[in-house]
Nanobody, 117 residues
Framework: VQLVESGGGLVQPGGSLRLSCAASGSGFRLHRMAWYRQTPGKERELVATETSGGSANYADSVKGRFTISRDSAKNTAYLQMNSLKLEDTAVYYC????????????WGQGTQVTVSS
């Protein structure tokens, strides 16, 4: 099973981006999905999570601006990011708890989001 992210890029403050995280493979089940972010010299920070039941939680710093969602038919998670700020600049990582014979955490390769004027 692999997680492949896309959608990062350069955006001006106040702009929007949508990140995607597609799980590829067969015979697996997605459970919790989450997005983290990391900047140089800092620990990876949890941004948003969504359980398989649809409950979402967000870091205080992104509440009201970011929305996590998933398309179960496509095994894909999304992070819609609106009203982006300079401090949102980071590498964003997708994380998923997947059952594939057993439960395990999987990570995407990361996608750079740069907010700059």
């Amino acid at each position: 099973v692999q997680l492949v992210e896309s959608g990062g890029g350069l955006v001006q403050p106040g702009g929007s981006l949508r990140l995607s995280c597609a799980a590829s493979g067969s015979g697996f089940r997605l459970h919790r999905m989450a997005w983290y972010r990391q900047t140089p010299g800092k620990e990876r920070e949890l941004v948003a999570t969504e359980t398989s039941g649809g409950s979402a939680n967000y870091a205080d710093s992104v509440k009201g601006r970011f929305t996590i969602s998933r398309d179960s038919a496509k095994n894909t998670a999304y992070l819609q990011m609106n009203s982006l700020k300079l401090e949102d600049t980071a590498v964003y990582y997708c994380n998923a708890l997947i059952f594939y014979g057993e439960y395990a955490d999987y990570w995407g390769q990361g996608t750079q989001v740069t907010v700059s004027s």
